[in-house]
């Protein structure tokens, strides 16, 4: 039973990724893993754009036996191969308001206040995706290395207008920006006494 991908046949497998349904004759990528309850494999299905962004050592090779060709491959390909380089980005399961002012960010360890971004992550261990928290949307680019392609916040789970999009992509930008600020500022106090004995001695 090697992983697939295919066309599928009923509408009851959900993505084990997003958790939503995958839609009856819409591509799906079935991932063969050891059964963490029993022996043997078990398939594990997700939309393939979704395994794209959250399976993407398990989908490369399956994708480039499949029929999957021109824009599409190449979409699907770029995302895994960035998911394989900085494997955070795998965990990225959407952007959302905080629904409360409880939760500390995984990044900046500070209380997201309530009604700001943040992005939801989880991670895949033994067969399933478990939640691991949120962090701040402004501190995307401080967590992931880098501007997280907004692709991955436009999977089956998110229903983000593009206002809201924008509004992401704007939070993780200026993050980027003031942390770069901060970073100046704290250099710029530690070479502060060294400027005043220049001047002392000057
Ligand atoms: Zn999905
Ligand atoms: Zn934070």
Not at 143 to 157: A, I, M, Q, V, W
Request: hydrophobic fraction near 35%.
């Amino acid at each position: 039973m090697p992983s697939v991908i295919e066309r599928a046949s009923t509408g009851r497998a959900k993505c084990r990724a997003c958790g939503q349904a995958i839609a009856r004759g819409d591509e799906r990528f079935g991932e063969a893993l050891p059964n963490a309850y029993g022996d043997g494999d078990a398939m594990f299905w997700f939309h393939v754009p979704c395994a794209a962004c959250a399976r993407p050592e398990g989908l490369l090779p399956v994708l480039e036996q499949s029929s999957v060709s021109g824009k599409e491959r190449a979409r699907l390909e770029e995302l895994a191969r960035a998911g394989v380089a900085q494997g955070r980005l795998c965990r990225i399961l959407r952007a959302e308001r905080a629904s409360s002012g409880r939760a500390r960010c995984r990044h900046c360890r500070e209380l997201i206040e309530q009604g700001a971004w943040r992005i939801s992550l989880q991670i895949f261990e033994e067969g399933r995706f478990t939640p691991v928290g949120t962090i701040h949307a402004s501190c995307g680019v401080g967590y992931f290395g880098s501007e997280p392609p907004l692709e991955r916040f436009t999977l089956p789970n998110n229903q983000l207008s593009p206002d809201e999009l924008a509004q992401v992509a704007r939070l993780m930008r200026d993050g980027a920006a003031h942390s770069v600020q901060l970073k100046g500022l704290a250099k710029a106090g530690t070479e502060e006494p060294e400027a005043k004995s220049s001047r002392k001695t000057s």
